[in-house]
């Protein structure tokens, strides 16, 4: 597996100073934060953690398509050799991908779900930062369904991602004792505070 400095490289690379590529940084800055208080109840990766939220968008250098870049990130690992980090890639997108539907945009056909605690909190923080701004499941979900009104398959398989993140959520909010929400949204504003000169981009 790569070490975050390693991860980091790569998407200095591909992301090549892009706005996306802030969002990626927001997320494992906050993953991070989640997976620590995580800590005493349940063993969690830290390093394989914040290298896979800093390349679960890395497909973005070629496209901002709500699922193939997912697709292209997952090619673009796996080509690299980082067999790991490609999984989340290709997982992070609706929170999972069955057989047929990576099939239908040219993976493997196989199941590509979020299988361990890390890749699981990578697309719930995933999608508790909007760009690099802090939000909830309900408005983040809300925003997805109206910027994507003309995608049909997205929208279809929404409901499930919903479901299925929320219910991710209720779970480590039990083992915590705080809300995730609450938690992304104090790494998440303080990061970005912390961000000048940063370019307007396609919002992941």
């Known amino acids: 597996m790569l070490t975050p ?3 980091s490289q790569l998407l200095t690379e591909y992301g090549n100073g892009a706005a996306w590529t802030q969002h990626c940084i927001a997320v494992a800055d906050a993953a991070v934060k989640v997976g620590a208080r995580l800590g005493p109840r349940r063993a969690v990766d830290l390093d394989f953690l914040r290298s896979a939220a800093l390349l679960h968008d890395i497909g973005r250098y070629v496209t901002h398509d709500p699922v193939r870049h997912g697709v292209e990130g997952y090619a673009l690992l796996t080509k690299l050799g980082h067999e790991e980090e490609a999984h989340v890639c290709a997982s992070h997108i609706l929170f999972g991908l069955d057989a047929a539907e990576a099939e239908r945009f040219g993976l493997p056909a196989r199941d590509f779900l979020p299988r361990s605690t890390e890749e699981r909190l990578v697309p ?15 408005l983040r979900f809300s925003s997805l369904r109206e910027r994507n009104a003309e995608n049909p398959f997205f929208l279809s398989r929404l409901e499930r991602a919903y479901h299925s993140a929320g219910s991710f959520m209720a779970e480590i909010d039990g083992l915590i004792g705080d809300p995730v929400e609450a938690i992304v949204a104090s790494v998440a504003t303080a990061a970005r505070l912390n961000q000048v000169g940063d370019e307007p981009g396609e919002r992941p």
């Open 124 to 138: 719930l923080v995933d999608y508790l930062i909007e760009t690099d701004v802090p939000t909830t499941l309900d």
């Open 5 to 7: 400095d390693e991860a």
